[in-house]
């Protein structure tokens, strides 16, 4: 971890040599950091949108089974599998990525985090725009941060079965966002003020794929295919 923590302290410093401010070379290696996932992160997006664009065109067949079959989930999870290889895509597709990103970014968030406590006596007395310490918190950073936060939540394609599905996961949002909130407080303004650029660099990677990207979409002859035969096989049971 040590080697980590380093490897950013030196980008920290390399960077603030750069633009002789502390302010700037932290948004700057919030960018820098982003860059390192970004490949991952466009791919982990691209995935995510396909799928919530494919699960909203096959919603209501997807509530079709779970009322003819709500007796039998162990029969409504093999019919809702045989779906999803008719019309040729995996709804976890996307967890693999999700968990490697995962991997990725925590330790990355932790060494940036140490990194910036090692530096602390120097931006004691650094200020930034509004900010008069870099090493003391600032309201309305955290405020910005944490808005940031609810905005990368919001923006983060999700697939839902029903409406249940999608109140559920907004719950949990809120409790993150609201867990974040607690135990960021207090942090540095340093450490808010890089992780703030690192989630504006997602946001606006998020939105360029939306708005770049063209999804395939749902081969509605199989969907109607599959629903014709579930209504044979309902006919004849």
């Not at 920290?12 to 919030?30: P, Q, V």
């Not at 990355?108 to 310490?133: C, G, H, P």
């Not at 303004?189 to 890089?194: C, G, N």
Request: proline residues 4%; aromatic residues 16%.
């Amino acid at each position: 971890m040590d080697l980590i923590v380093n490897f950013f302290k030196d980008i920290l410093k390399y960077l603030n040599g750069y633009t002789n401010d502390y302010g700037w070379a932290l948004i700057l290696l919030g960018v820098v950091t982003k860059l390192i996932i970004f490949p991952l992160y466009v791919k982990q997006i691209k995935i995510m949108h396909e799928l919530q664009v494919k699960m909203k065109s096959i919603q209501p067949y997807l509530l079709s089974l779970q009322k003819k079959y709500k007796e039998d989930p162990k029969l409504l999870f093999e019919k809702q599998m045989q779906l999803y290889k008719t019309l040729g895509f995996n709804p976890l597709q996307g967890c693999f990525t999700s968990m490697l990103l995962s991997f990725i970014q925590i330790p990355i968030l932790f060494a940036v985090f140490f990194a910036v406590k090692d530096e602390i006596s120097i931006l004691q007395n650094t200020s930034f725009l509004w900010i008069k310490s870099l090493a003391k918190p600032d309201l309305l950073l955290f405020v910005l941060y944490i808005f940031s936060m609810y905005v990368s939540f919001k923006i983060t394609p999700s697939t839902y079965n029903t409406p249940e599905e999608k109140s559920t996961s907004e719950t949990i949002q809120l409790i993150m966002l609201g867990l974040f909130a607690i135990i960021f407080y207090g942090f540095p303004s340093a450490f808010i003020l890089y992780w703030f650029s690192f989630n504006i660099i997602g946001i606006i990677a998020s939105w360029l794929v939306y708005k770049l990207i063209k999804v395939e979409e749902i081969d509605k002859e199989k969907l109607k295919e599959f629903e014709r035969e579930e209504d044979i096989k309902l006919q004849q049971g």
